[in-house]
């Protein structure tokens, strides 16, 4: 991983003031991150800040033309090369200029000549040598390639040359190597029929006589402005050369697949980085425990600190409020979370939230012991008040038959005591609504797995239990349920902090559903601010040691003084003085944020943040002992931490992949560990028999392995029997059996 990855690289920042227009492109890839990069690309180092918090460790991509001022000419493996050569041995040469290597190549600068509009264009000077110009980009130095090599300077002090006469003449010069109107479509040619669509526009320009040099270049041009992601110029050079080789006219049904194996390109999960997690943002006196989990368990940091800031707002739910502007007394946020660790099974999710959450059940505890001892006394309370009302009963009814003065009721003083609660794991929606209808506080809601409670409330017919915990999360709604024959249930401040684990393949199927335009997307899951995704931990050592009791104790002190408070009586905080400046600012900067953010889920989580950050400067003040007044100091750490979660929140989102990609992801993951490897093939059947998520029959099992196709990583085998019977059977990449 590389340093400063939430920073502006040096090269980027040397770019953005040579007057270069820039913005942020996927990580390890060529693709942009924004919509509309041609009019959003700049130099401001303010907004490439933003960009580089919001899009943690992306490539950065730099417009050519006229935006930049210059043209690029792309040198593209040993083909530019070779190619290159030979223009110079024809006395056709390139100045020396600003140069930078790249993943399989070098891009040469040059300026763009004033007035003089430089297309971009695609083996118009050779195999191999392709130009940016209008419209075109190139990533720039200190991006990292699909391959893991970084663009970097040859030498950063170079100038940038003029574009020597013969290029800007050759660029040019007007070109009759066009696709015939009928093969030539404006429709995006998605993943999973590139090669298929390709081929076919091939095979129409062999039929109508195009010379293999045109189709080449046309079909180039086509892949870069139409594939989405656009295939390889050598995969594409393969399509070109395997149709050229039937006679123009005559071509036969052609399969795209090539007869030698070419290299597998890799076929991963590319998710955006996270910001790791450190110590020094969580409130002192819970920091020893924290440490002494992830230490014990060998887990990131990350998984004990989410779980004690969520168990930390579990406990505290309406004991404490913060009022975050100074004279806006309307504006009082509740600091009741939602959150979870995203982690593959076995990496200790349970353990974790089970140690962090401990001192609370210790809380708990001893309040149902008290309980209990109260229940006895109540009861026998109950009985000598009964054996009173008996009594009372006898003597008013003598009086009656007598004619005698009635004597009077005895009052009744005794209250049933109410269990006091701060957790529950699996209730229903009217069992919880009626626990907190005798807990004003609040609870706190622990889900081993969120996933399943998730999915449950997208079934038909759980809207109001939707609705009530979507109330919930405000904190300080009111909600009623009425029942015939079992009268109302009020709650006046519904209000739960709810945490839990989630494995990433779930959370990633639930988020094609939830995410999808209609009456799921109501923004369930971006109240999930404490949702946190961390890298798996590369080292591990084994630790045999008893629990921190210090740690524990101090953590039970903590929550013991949080507890003891009254929540119709909260205790009230504001910012102080430095707290308030930094609060503004940072609110300010949001604002901004939320108003550029592209993507519409994301939008919806930052706006969500307005209140996560007083909420969290709260809660660490709280914990450290502070009371009225959030110092700088905790609103500094909630700054930071809301940064942190940011980071986060893009990965989970950005996991958000169409159930064909899902389904091929899968499958490749299985071919990776060695699935069918040492057979070297497998049937269409081997893959949907399985009962594999999003690959449990024919038609998804067909999708997910011809994108696999286009990856190189199998392909069909043709006339393949099975029993004497046709089988649709494919094998697989040589390359990928021997890493196995």
Request: glycine share 6%.
């Amino acid at each position: 991983m590389r340093p400063n990855q939430s920073k502006v690289p040096a090269e980027v920042v040397e770019a953005a003031r040579r007057g270069w227009k820039l913005f942020p492109v996927v990580p390890k890839g060529k693709a942009s991150m924004i919509k509309h990069w041609p009019r959003m690309a700049c130099n401001d180092l303010t907004q490439l800040r933003h960009w580089a918090e919001r899009f943690t460790g992306c490539n950065w991509g730099m417009a050519t033309g006229e935006p930049s001022g210059v043209i690029v000419v792309d040198i593209d493996g040993l083909d530019g090369a070779a190619e290159l050569s030979l223009l110079a041995g024809n006395g056709y040469v390139l100045p020396q200029t600003l140069t930078v290597k790249t993943g399989r190549g070098k891009h040469l600068y040059f300026r763009r000549p004033v007035g003089k509009a430089i297309r971009n264009s695609a083996g118009k000077l050779g195999k191999g040598l392709d130009v940016r110009g209008e419209g075109g980009y190139v990533l720039t130095a200190g991006s990292v390639h699909p391959n893991g090599k970084i663009y970097a300077y040859e030498d950063p002090s170079a100038e940038i040359a003029e574009a020597p006469e013969w290029l800007l003449n050759r660029l040019c010069e007007p070109s009759n190597l066009r696709v015939n109107e009928k093969t030539s479509f404006n429709d995006p040619i998605p993943e999973g029929t590139r090669n298929s669509t390709l081929t076919s526009l091939a095979g129409s320009m062999r039929n109508k006589g195009m010379s293999p040099l045109a189709m080449e270049v046309a079909l180039l041009e086509e892949n870069r402005q139409r594939c989405s992601p656009p295939l390889l110029d050598e995969e594409v050079r393969t399509i070109a050369r395997s149709v050229a080789q039937y006679p123009a006219g005559r071509l036969p049904q052609l399969k795209t697949a090539s007869p030698d194996w070419e290299e597998p390109e890799p076929f991963e999960e590319i998710l955006p980085n996270v910001a790791t997690c450190h110590l020094e943002w969580m409130p002192i006196s819970l920091r020893p425990l924290i440490e002494d989990i992830a230490d014990r368990l060998q887990v990131p940091l990350d998984f004990p600190a989410v779980a004690a800031i969520a168990t930390l707002a579990g406990i505290t739910n309406r004991r404490a409020v913060i009022q975050p502007k100074q004279r806006d007394f309307s504006w009082v946020v509740v600091p009741n979370l939602w959150g979870g660790i995203v982690a593959s099974p076995g990496m200790l999710k349970s353990p974790v939230i089970s140690s962090m959450t401990r001192p609370a059940l210790a809380v708990e505890r001893r309040w149902r012991e008290v309980y209990q001892e109260e229940i006895k006394a109540y009861q026998s309370e109950l009985e000598l008040q009964e054996e009173d009302m008996k009594a009372w009963r006898n003597r008013y009814q003598a009086a009656i038959r007598k004619n005698m003065e009635k004597p009077a009721k005895p009052e009744s003083t005794l209250s049933e005591p109410v269990l006091k609660r701060l957790i529950t794991n699996d209730a229903t929606f009217e069992s919880l609504h009626e626990v907190l209808s005798g807990n004003p506080a609040g609870l706190f809601v622990l889900r081993d797995e969120l996933t399943g409670w998730l999915a449950g409330l997208e079934r038909q017919g759980r809207e109001q239990e939707r609705a009530f915990y979507l109330e919930c999360w405000n904190g300080d709604s009111a909600f009623t349920i009425d029942r015939i024959g079992r009268g109302s249930v009020h709650v006046p401040h519904a209000c739960i902090s709810l945490f839990g684990g989630i494995q990433p393949a779930r959370l990633r199927s639930y988020l094609a559903d939830a995410l999808r335009d209609g009456p799921s997307n109501d923004g369930l899951i971006q109240r999930f601010q404490l949702l946190v995704w961390p890298d798996v931990p590369t080292t591990w050592k084994y630790v045999d040691r008893s629990p921190d009791q210090d740690a524990l104790k101090l953590t039970e002190s903590v929550f013991d003084r949080i507890v003891a408070l009254d929540s119709n009586s909260p205790l009230y905080f504001r910012f102080d003085e430095e707290a308030l400046k930094l609060f503004e600012q940072w609110l300010t900067d949001l604002e901004h944020r939320i108003q550029i953010e592209e993507s519409p889920h994301m939008h919806a989580h930052l706006a969500k943040y307005r209140s996560l950050m007083p909420a969290l400067a709260l809660l660490f003040a709280l914990a450290d002992g502070n009371g009225e007044f959030v110092p700088f100091v905790h609103a500094q750490m909630a700054r930071e931490f809301c940064a942190y979660l940011e980071s986060h929140a893009r990965r989970v989102y950005a996991s958000q992949v169409g159930p064909e990609r899902a389904a091929a992801i899968s499958l490749s993951q299985r071919i990776a560990r060695g699935w069918r490897c040492q057979e070297g093939s497998f049937s269409l059947r081997d893959v949907y028999r399985n009962d594999w998520t999003n690959l449990d029959s024919p038609e998804k099992a067909r999708n997910a392995i011809r994108i696999l196709e286009e990856y190189r990583w199998v392909r069909q085998v043709e006339n393949a029997t099975s029993f004497g019977r046709p089988s649709e059977r494919y094998e697989i990449n040589p390359k990928l059996r021997k890493k196995v």
